[in-house]
C-alpha cells in the first residue's frame, strides 16, 4: 500500500511566520505514521489553533483533515486547509515545497511506528531517515529558519548487561531519574531496536542541522523532543493493542518480566504542549537573556503514573459508575509476576518458532517487548523546564479523566477492536 509523509502549518496574521510539520495515515497492519491528522498531531493542532496568534493551519496528508477532539470557540475561529502531499514522493515535491515556502517554523512529526518482526528495515529507513533528510533539505531551500522534531526516549534505551549474561537475561534497561547528558544514545544507532534505530539516525540528522545556512543566508535551529510512549485520545497502538492481548488470555495481561519495572509514559496533550513551546523556545534564541536550546534533543515527560504500562492499562480501563466509585477494569494484571529471565527465554522461543516454523510475521517482538517490561526507566524534565519553559499542561488526574472517557468507548465492545 502507498505510504504517505505530510505537513502542516500555521500563519499568523501580520508577518506570514507558519509552522509545517509532516504527518502520516495508517500504511499497514504493523505500523503507522502519527501525526497532524493522527494521534500526536492532532493534539498539536489543537493547542495552534488554540494561539491567539495562529490564523491559519494548513495540514499536508494524503488523508482528509478531520476535526476529532473538539475545539473551544476562540479556537474554532482558525481554519484548517487540508493538502495532500507526500514528503517521500519526487512527483509531490512541487507541493511540499509550497506547504514549507514563508514557513518560520517546522515541526517534524512524521514517522513510521513499526515495531514487527521481522522488522521493514526499509520502510523504516524511508519514512523515518529518508523522510527527514527531505524535511530538512526543505526548510533550507524555504528557508524555514525552526524545525522541531519528535524522536523517542527509546534512543536511550541501552542494554544494561551487555555480554553474555545480559543476552540470556534479556536487554533490559536501567535510567534512573537521569538527564540527557547522563543518558545518552548508543553510538552505533544498530545496538538498539529498528524502530528506535531509525528515530536515533533520524534525531542525529536534525540536531546535525542546526545551525546551517539557509538559501537567504540565515541559519537553521534545530531540536529534537524525545517523547516517551504516550497515551490518550486517538490512541490506536499502545492500549487497544493491549486491551486485544488481554482478550486472548480471558482479560487478563500476564505480568511479565519481574515485579521492579517502572516505565516513563505520558498524556499525549502534555507532549504535543511541548511542541509549541520548542517553537517558542527557538524564537527566543536571538535574545541574549534566553538559554540556548537550539543543537539539544530533550526529554518531555509529565505526572502520569510512573509504573508499569500493564497496570497503566488497567488504570486506564477501569470506568467510574454513575455513583463515582470505580467499577472493575476491562483488564486485569495478574498478580504473580514471572522473572525476567524466564519471560524473556519464553519469548524468544515463541518468536523464533511462529517465524521460522511458520514464516509468520509478529505485530511486536515478544523478546524486545519483555526486554521494555523488565525496564526500569525515569527521566528528569529539567532541561524541557529551563530551556523550552516547558510545564505539563494536563494534571495527572486530568490526562486520565480524559483518556479514560476516551478508552470507555470500549465497554459494550466485546468482539471487535472499539479503537480501529
Given at each position: 500500500?502507498?505510504?504517505?509523509?505530510?505537513?502542516?502549518?500555521?500563519?499568523?496574521?501580520?508577518?506570514?511566520?507558519?509552522?509545517?510539520?509532516?504527518?502520516?495515515?495508517?500504511?499497514?497492519?504493523?505500523?503507522?505514521?502519527?501525526?497532524?491528522?493522527?494521534?500526536?498531531?492532532?493534539?498539536?493542532?489543537?493547542?495552534?489553533?488554540?494561539?491567539?496568534?495562529?490564523?491559519?493551519?494548513?495540514?499536508?496528508?494524503?488523508?482528509?483533515?478531520?476535526?476529532?477532539?473538539?475545539?473551544?470557540?476562540?479556537?474554532?475561529?482558525?481554519?484548517?486547509?487540508?493538502?495532500?502531499?507526500?514528503?517521500?514522493?519526487?512527483?509531490?515535491?512541487?507541493?511540499?515545497?509550497?506547504?514549507?515556502?514563508?514557513?518560520?517554523?517546522?515541526?517534524?512529526?512524521?514517522?513510521?511506528?513499526?515495531?514487527?518482526?521481522?522488522?521493514?528495515?526499509?520502510?523504516?529507513?524511508?519514512?523515518?531517515?529518508?523522510?527527514?533528510?527531505?524535511?530538512?533539505?526543505?526548510?533550507?531551500?524555504?528557508?524555514?529558519?525552526?524545525?522541531?522534531?519528535?524522536?523517542?526516549?527509546?534512543?536511550?534505551?541501552?542494554?544494561?548487561?551487555?555480554?553474555?549474561?545480559?543476552?540470556?537475561?534479556?536487554?533490559?534497561?536501567?535510567?534512573?531519574?537521569?538527564?540527557?547528558?547522563?543518558?545518552?544514545?548508543?553510538?552505533?544507532?544498530?545496538?538498539?531496536?529498528?524502530?528506535?534505530?531509525?528515530?536515533?539516525?533520524?534525531?542525529?540528522?536534525?540536531?546535525?542541522?542546526?545551525?546551517?545556512?539557509?538559501?537567504?543566508?540565515?541559519?537553521?535551529?534545530?531540536?529534537?523532543?524525545?517523547?516517551?510512549?504516550?497515551?490518550?485520545?486517538?490512541?490506536?497502538?499502545?492500549?487497544?493493542?493491549?486491551?486485544?492481548?488481554?482478550?486472548?488470555?480471558?482479560?487478563?495481561?500476564?505480568?511479565?518480566?519481574?515485579?521492579?519495572?517502572?516505565?516513563?509514559?505520558?498524556?499525549?496533550?502534555?507532549?504535543?504542549?511541548?511542541?509549541?513551546?520548542?517553537?517558542?523556545?527557538?524564537?527566543?534564541?536571538?535574545?541574549?537573556?534566553?538559554?540556548?536550546?537550539?543543537?539539544?534533543?530533550?526529554?518531555?515527560?509529565?505526572?502520569?503514573?510512573?509504573?508499569?504500562?500493564?497496570?497503566?492499562?488497567?488504570?486506564?480501563?477501569?470506568?467510574?459508575?454513575?455513583?463515582?466509585?470505580?467499577?472493575?477494569?476491562?483488564?486485569?494484571?495478574?498478580?504473580?509476576?514471572?522473572?525476567?529471565?524466564?519471560?524473556?527465554?519464553?519469548?524468544?522461543?515463541?518468536?523464533?518458532?511462529?517465524?521460522?516454523?511458520?514464516?509468520?510475521r509478529l505485530p511486536v517482538r515478544p523478546s524486545a517487548f519483555i526486554s521494555y517490561l523488565s525496564s526500569f526507566v525515569s527521566l528528569s524534565?529539567?532541561?524541557?523546564?529551563?530551556?523550552?519553559?516547558?510545564?505539563?499542561?494536563?494534571?495527572?488526574?486530568?490526562?486520565?479523566?480524559?483518556?479514560?472517557?476516551?478508552?470507555?468507548?470500549?465497554?459494550?465492545?466485546?468482539?471487535?477492536?472499539?479503537?480501529?
Amino acid at each position: 500500500m502507498k505510504v504517505d509523509a505530510l505537513p502542516l502549518q500555521y500563519c499568523s496574521s501580520n508577518c506570514k511566520p507558519c509552522i509545517v510539520f509532516p504527518v502520516g495515515k495508517i500504511i499497514k497492519r504493523f505500523g503507522h505514521f502519527p501525526g497532524g491528522s493522527g494521534f500526536l498531531g492532532q493534539h498539536v493542532v489543537k493547542h495552534l489553533r488554540e494561539d491567539a496568534a495562529v490564523s491559519e493551519v494548513r495540514v499536508v496528508d494524503l488523508r482528509p483533515f478531520e476535526e476529532r477532539l473538539g475545539l473551544s470557540p476562540a479556537a474554532s475561529r482558525v481554519p484548517v486547509t487540508w493538502v495532500p502531499a507526500d514528503l517521500t514522493e519526487e512527483a509531490d515535491e512541487a507541493k511540499c515545497e509550497e506547504a514549507f515556502g514563508g514557513a518560520d517554523l517546522v515541526i517534524h512529526c512524521a514517522g513510521l511506528e513499526d515495531r514487527s518482526y521481522p522488522a521493514d528495515l526499509q520502510a523504516l529507513h524511508r519514512h523515518n531517515v529518508k523522510a527527514t533528510e527531505a524535511v530538512v533539505s526543505l526548510c533550507r531551500r524555504a528557508n524555514v529558519p525552526r524545525l522541531v522534531s519528535t524522536s523517542s526516549v527509546e534512543v536511550v534505551f541501552v542494554p544494561y548487561l551487555r555480554n553474555a549474561l545480559g543476552t540470556a537475561l534479556g536487554s533490559y534497561s536501567v535510567i534512573v531519574n537521569q538527564t540527557e547528558a547522563r543518558a545518552v544514545p548508543p553510538e552505533d544507532p544498530s545496538d538498539l531496536e529498528p524502530f528506535p534505530a531509525s528515530k536515533l539516525r533520524a534525531e542525529r540528522i536534525v540536531l546535525a542541522a542546526n545551525g546551517s545556512a539557509l538559501d537567504n543566508g540565515g541559519s537553521l535551529r534545530t531540536v529534537a523532543l524525545r517523547a516517551p510512549p504516550m497515551y490518550g485520545e486517538e490512541d490506536r497502538q499502545l492500549v487497544p493493542g493491549l486491551l486485544r492481548l488481554a482478550r486472548l488470555f480471558e482479560n487478563t495481561l500476564l505480568q511479565l518480566g519481574g515485579p521492579s519495572q517502572r516505565h516513563q509514559h505520558a498524556y499525549v496533550g502534555n507532549v504535543a504542549w511541548a511542541h509549541v513551546c520548542a517553537g517558542h523556545a527557538l524564537a527566543r534564541e536571538e535574545a541574549v537573556e534566553a538559554q540556548a536550546v537550539a543543537g539539544l534533543a530533550v526529554f518531555v515527560t509529565d505526572e502520569s503514573p510512573k509504573g508499569d504500562l500493564l497496570r497503566l492499562t488497567q488504570l486506564l480501563l477501569t470506568f467510574p459508575d454513575v455513583s463515582g466509585s470505580g467499577t472493575p477494569s476491562l483488564v486485569r494484571v495478574r498478580a504473580s509476576p514471572l522473572p525476567t529471565w524466564v519471560s524473556y527465554l519464553a519469548a524468544v522461543a515463541a518468536e523464533t518458532l511462529v517465524t521460522a516454523t511458520f514464516g509468520a510475521r509478529l505485530p511486536v517482538r515478544p523478546s524486545a517487548f519483555i526486554s521494555y517490561l523488565s525496564s526500569f526507566v525515569s527521566l528528569s524534565r529539567l532541561r524541557a523546564e529551563t530551556r523550552l519553559r516547558y510545564a505539563p499542561k494536563y494534571a495527572a488526574e486530568d490526562a486520565i479523566a480524559r483518556s479514560r472517557a476516551y478508552y470507555a468507548r470500549a465497554k459494550d465492545l466485546q468482539e471487535v477492536d472499539p479503537l480501529d
